[in-house]
Nanobody
Framework: QVQLVESGGGSVQAGGSLRLSCAASGYTYMMGWFRQAPGKEREGVAAIDSDGSTTYADSVKGRFTISKDNAKNTLTLQMNSLKPEDTDMYYC????????????????????WGQGTQVTVSS
């Protein structure tokens, strides 16, 4: 069982930046960030494996950067040029499986989840 704890959420104006962090209690090969608004499906934002291969949702490409420190079991999401539509609860996820690029942004393939951290972007 791997426990995940997110931090770094908050409120920012449009165009600003935030950095989310996730501390894992153990090593997992795949890690990712998902987000969810009330009443909506949880959607994949970005994912990374332990070899450094990354996958991004089209909506965040060029603005968000995901990184993983395998030695420290930490995951980071640097979010730049934030937009009001980025407002959501953000969740850290992890799984020991190797996931192909087509699967790694799908929530059903992740076994471990954090409690979430709120990101609010005002216009």
């Amino acid at each position: 069982q791997v426990q995940l704890v997110e931090s770094g959420g908050g409120s920012v104006q449009a165009g600003g930046s935030l950095r989310l962090s996730c501390a894992a209690s153990g090593y997992t090969y795949m890690m990712g960030w998902f987000r969810q608004a009330p009443g909506k499906e949880r959607e994949g934002v970005a994912a990374i494996d332990s070899d450094g291969s990354t996958t991004y949702a089209d909506s965040v490409k060029g603005r968000f950067t995901i990184s993983k420190d395998n030695a420290k079991n930490t995951l980071t999401l640097q979010m730049n040029s934030l937009k009001p539509e980025d407002t959501d609860m953000y969740y850290c996820a992890a799984d020991p499986k190797v996931l192909s690029a087509t699967l790694r942004l799908r929530r059903q393939y992740y076994s471990y989840w954090g409690q979430g951290t709120q990101v609010t972007v005002s216009s």
